[in-house]
């Protein structure tokens, strides 16, 4: 009788998800603001998702670019909205 070899697939990791009354919102800008520890993580992903508990949406939003100051230190981080339909456009997170 022939055997076969089991290969388990790696579980991709889960996108974090944040909950909006974390964030500040800038009406005239469209975007939000935290400081980074107030997120808890090691590192800053490439993705994460904001739900909101007012009206039950989630949205993801995906790195843009990293914001440094003249030194070149990483003084904070620009995420995009994935979805057209988000109505905000940035989401800004200092490092703090």
Known sequence: MATATVTKRRRKPAVPTFELTSFTWTKSQKTLVVEASDLQLNEMPQQFDIHSPKTGKVFRFVFGMPVT????????????????????????????
């Open 69 to 96: 100051d003249v030194e070149g230190e990483t003084t904070g981080w620009y995420y995009t909205a994935a979805s057209d339909e988000c109505p905000v456009r940035l989401v800004m997170v200092y490092n703090d």
